[in-house]
């Protein structure tokens, strides 16, 4: 009887263990682009594009190639200064970013 509380015991404690190391990684993990691009903040009406109308200045700087915080935020500092984008090579108007920049990204941007 001794010998088996021991085992169920080993048992219960290996299972435990087992459950932390496998639930570390998921509190670790960083922002899904998968899930940053399904928020509201990045509504899109072709999936896997973002829609530069409607997308926060964090899902334009994690979902484009080259965008860090500060060009994020005058995209769409752009943006609601002069309306929305009525096409995606309006981009070039917003202060650093070029043609070059603009055509890394362009599979990736929408406007509807």
Known sequence: MRTSFLSSLAFTLLLGIAGVVNAAPAATAKADPVALASSPAAATTNPGKLNLNTADAQAIQHQLSGIGEAK?????????????????????????????????????????
């Open 72 to 112: 994020a935020q005058a995209i769409v500092a752009y943006r609601e200064a002069n309306g929305p984008f009525s096409s995606v090579d309006e981009l070039l108007e917003v202060k650093g970013i070029g043609k070059s920049l603009l055509d890394k990204n362009r599979d990736k941007l929408d406007i509807n």
